[in-house]
Nanobody
């Protein structure tokens, strides 16, 4: 059974930092590029960052320069380091395979002004 489990969300003041983690079970992690998405109720889901199997990152313009995506294939874990957080970063954050065939349950990030 494939599982993706996110953690690390929480409440932080604007300008602060959080690090999200996504732990994958099974063999899907090492075989797939992965991504972080976020969604605010009533709005479309936004792709925030992706990372290839080899570690090449891509970022949405809205987070470029503030967020860093990384992965540890030995630990089946992907990370999202979020710095200089803004209130508009408030959302539920999800990890998923690049083909979006497997998703985690999400972790809430709330940034207060």
């Amino acid at each position: 059974q494939v599982q993706l489990v996110e953690s690390g969300g929480g409440l932080v003041q604007a300008g602060g930092s959080l690090r999200l983690s996504c732990v994958a079970s099974g063999s899907i992690f090492s075989l797939n590029a992965m991504g972080w998405h976020r969604q605010v109720p009533g709005k479309e889901r936004e792709l925030v960052a992706t990372i290839s199997r080899g570690g090449n990152p891509w970022y949405a313009d809205s987070v470029k320069g503030r967020f860093t995506i990384s992965r540890d294939n030995a630990k089946n874990t992907m990370y999202l380091q979020m710095n200089s957080l803004k209130p508009e970063d408030t959302a539920m954050y999800y990890c998923a395979t690049i083909r979006e065939d497997y998703w985690g349950q999400g972790t809430q990030v709330t940034v207060s002004s």
